[in-house]
């Protein structure tokens, strides 16, 4: 009975030979002797009981039965090389430089994960790169970017990190005095303190109008606006007015009563987040590691 090791110790010499055409160039590449890469063929035609070479003095060409075994021993090889890369860098421990880039409004909720991260594996240097400038990833040696929004650059790699929803708020004390809005509709007559996109323009307030249905801007009032999304909270605490802001912004304002939900019922989905790379960065150890602990506590709702 064929022995299953010889049968895959015969295999790389064979899809070296069959691809070089030359015994004496697989030998090189292998780094072995010419004589144990001809007798490793020989060893496996033996055991197939078929001959996969046909050998002249000037030239090695397959044999129908060869071209038909190479075809699946070459995805074979593949396979294995590829497992044993991936056993390889499981094992290189993060470190080295690593360049992120992240928009302000995401540093509260980032800045920690990142701390962690470096506390985690202490060979790693982060380099953190605050700003609402769109980078170009290749051009300023990014490794990875957090991105709010759906993606553009079909050139990159992305990762779904986290999925959000737009939520109203308003001080107990704003909502006394001007009574609470039981449809988005009524917030014309509100002041809704609005955020000033890095265009310049402000942005308007989305909702769902009825339970369910689809999201759509609509109109409301106002007279205070602010090119800082955190500011909003802070004026909303302060008693200027309603706010709108993305459910991963809420802080401890909300949880101790200073700020409540409105609308709740209307609310709309939120611009997902992604961690954007290069093709093939993803896969480099301290990258990798990053986007492991990202996609952990940050799983999409």
Same mark, same amino acid.
């Given at each position: ?20 055409? =030359? ?10 002797? &010419? ?15 078929? +001959?996969?070479?046909?050998?002249? =003095? ?6 129908? !039965?060869?071209? /038909? ?15 044993? !890369? ?7 421990? #993060?470190?080295? #430089?690593? &360049?992120? &880039?992240? #928009? ?7 800045? @920690?994960?990142? $701390? ?18 769109? =980078? ?13 929004? $759906? ?21 107990? $004390? ?11 509709? $009524? ?16 942005? *308007?307030?989305?909702? +769902?109008?009825? @339970?369910?249905?689809? /999201? *759509?801007?609509? +109109? &409301? ?8 999304? @955190? ?37 709309? *989905?939120?611009?997902?987040?992604? /961690? ?6 993803? =896969?480099? #150890? ?10 952990? !506590?940050?799983?999409?709702?």
């Amino acid at each position: 009975m064929m022995n299953p090791m010889d049968l895959f110790a015969g295999i790389l010499p064979f899809v070296h030979v069959a691809q070089e055409r =030359s015994f004496r160039r697989a030998a090189e590449r292998l780094g072995v002797s &010419t004589a144990a890469v001809s007798k490793a063929v020989q060893k496996l035609e033996a055991d197939l009981g078929v +001959r996969l070479l046909e050998r002249t =003095s000037r030239q090695v060409a397959l044999t129908s !039965e060869g071209e /038909a075994f190479l075809e699946r021993a070459r995805e074979a090889v593949a396979q294995v090389h590829a497992a044993r !890369e991936l056993v390889a860098q499981a094992q290189r421990a #993060p470190r080295g #430089p690593l &360049t992120v &880039t992240l #928009p302000y409004i995401l540093g509260p909720l980032l800045l @920690p994960r990142l $701390a962690r991260l470096q506390a985690r594996h202490p060979g790693l240097t982060l380099h953190v790169r605050l700003g609402d400038r769109l =980078s170009r990833l290749v051009d300023e040696q990014i490794d990875v970017a957090l991105r709010i929004g $759906a993606l553009e650059d079909s050139s990159l790699v992305g990762q779904l990190l986290l999925r959000t929803r737009w939520v109203t708020l308003a001080a107990p $004390a704003y909502l006394a005095r001007h009574g609470t809005p039981q449809h988005p509709d $009524a917030l014309v007559d509100h002041q809704c303190l609005k955020f000033i996109l890095p265009r310049g323009m402000a942005r *308007e307030w989305v909702f +769902r109008r009825e @339970p369910g249905g689809s /999201a *759509e801007t609509v +109109r &409301t009032g106002g007279t205070i606006d602010v090119d800082h999304g @955190p500011a909003l909270l802070d004026l909303a605490a302060a008693g200027a007015g309603l706010c709108q802001v993305l459910d991963f912004m809420l802080d401890e304002r909300v949880r101790d009563g200073r700020l409540v939900e409105v609308l709740a019922d209307h609310a709309a *989905e939120g611009p997902p987040v992604h /961690a954007l790379c290069v093709p093939g960065r993803q =896969s480099v #150890p301290r990258v990798r590691a990053l986007l492991q602990l990202l996609v952990e !506590e940050l799983r999409p709702r």
